[in-house]
């Protein structure tokens, strides 16, 4: 039996079947992450004068997956536009360009959660506050190892906007004078658990957005042959998600990496 509307559009929606869904399943992914930005908003407004960070995120690597995703948006339409037109082999092009930017974008969110994950804030026993990226933690050590800067006030690890260019050194610590030890993990505060759940989330979009693209270009290209009106709208609902991914980025760099 022959589904109705997967390929011509429906009389009283204007659009086929799939693409009614994507955007019903859109409008649940903007709840989702609405949900999240306003947790966001609701914790930043709440919090305490002078105890939300700032300045904590690389604004160089945020600012590079932006320009990733931004022309992997440009791919990814490039591609079903040479659907439309027939050209299958600039469709093959476009998609492993996308492929190649969803996975730089992902190797660079790799290197931003390493920094956190290896960065640790320290209390030692005389009241400093050692802070900085690990260099050393070998347990059959008395001491460990960091690259970073030693202060008297957390307030200063707070704000570091004005502190990007402050003098850091590697220096050692013995495990002695650890009083308390702490990496920048989602479980430091509440900004680090909302960063590292926002854009964890939105990688996973990413990383599901590139399967469904990776399956297009692969094994799901034998559709073209037999129905390449089908393939071309399947390629276009995938589009949207991605597209949509993309513009959740665009509030995410800023809220997260700019203020």
Known sequence: MEIPYTVEVRPDTGIYNAKLG????????????????????????????????????NVALGTTNTIVLALSAITTLLAWVSCKVGQFGRFKFFHA???????????????EYHE??????????????????????????????ITGREVTDESALID??????????????????????????PWHNDYLALYFTLTGLHALHILAG?????YLWGPG?????????????????SG???????????????????T
């Not at 859109?26 to 300045?55: D, I, K, N, Q």
């Not at 590139?210 to 990776?214: C, L, N, Q, R, T």
């Not at 290209?221 to 609902?237: G, H, I, Q, S, Y």
């Open 97 to 111: 360009c996308t492929l190649l930017l969803a996975a730089t974008f992902l190797c660079i969110k790799v290197v």
């Open 221 to 237: 290209r034998k559709l073209w042959k037999t129905d390449p009106a089908r393939f071309t709208n399947r390629v276009e609902v």
């Open 210 to 214: 590139s399967i469904v693209i990776g």
């Open 160 to 185: 570091l906007r004005s502190q990007k260019y402050a003098r850091e050194t590697t220096f050692q610590i013995p495990r002695s004078e650890i009083k308390v030890m702490q990496n920048y993990g």
């Open 22 to 57: 994507i955007w019903l399943f859109l409008a649940s992914e903007v709840m989702l992450f609405g949900g999240l930005f306003s947790a966001y908003v609701l914790l930043r407004v709440g919090a305490e004068p002078g105890t939300w960070p700032h300045g904590w995120q």
């Open 116 to 145: 956190h994950l290896n960065n640790y804030e320290i209390y030692l026993t005389n009241g400093q506050i050692a802070d900085g990226q690990m260099v050393e933690n070998d347990p059959k050590h008395d001491y460990l190892i």
């Open 240 to 258: 949207l998600f991605w597209h949509f991914v993309d513009l959740i980025w665009i509030f995410l760099f800023p809220v997260l990496y700019l």
